[in-house]
């Protein structure tokens, strides 16, 4: 009988508490700049922002609408195709908003770049970029991000939304993929 393969459990980069922390600094400083906004529109980048977003917009002390975008670059491979491909759009027009892109992680800031590029065509007021992590190191594309939770080495990594083939988006923490 042959046994079951062993499952590799990311090595722990960033713990859950650490995430918690710095995502409550995030939306006090968010808060702060937008004191005098009405509303925030935060635009989610799924799939992997998904948790970021969910637990940022609770810190966040003003009225915020929630949109989804999909955008994809990676496909199942560990680095960049190059492409980015804008799937599910938001539904909302965003034309004098202040808007806030919420992105999982920003390695070449391809995918930022195109996000961006497209939603400055429909004129928001204002267009702010929060990451939760920053790879500083493979960047190609000059990216200015507004709230940046932590700046990391270049390993690819998952967990907190972040995922390898579709797996670890689960982990509450975020860790280094061992495979
Ligand atoms: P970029 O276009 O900046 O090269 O890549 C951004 C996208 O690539 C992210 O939204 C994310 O989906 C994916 N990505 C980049 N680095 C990593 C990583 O270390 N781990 C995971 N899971 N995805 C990554």
Redesign the pocket.
Known sequence: MTAPPVEKVPKELISADRIHIRVGELGAAITADHAGDPEIVVVC?LK?GFIFAADLVRHIGRPCRIEFIR????GNRHT?AGR?ALGHDIDFDIAGCHVLLV??????????SRVTDELRKRAPASLKICCLLD?PS?RKVTVGIDYTGFTIPG????GYG???AEKYRELPFIGIATT
């Open positions: 980048v992997g955008a994809s670059s990676y960049s980015v992105e999982d992680i920003v390695d070449t800031g391809q995918t930022i790879k493979a390993h690819f990594v998952v972040l995922d390898d």
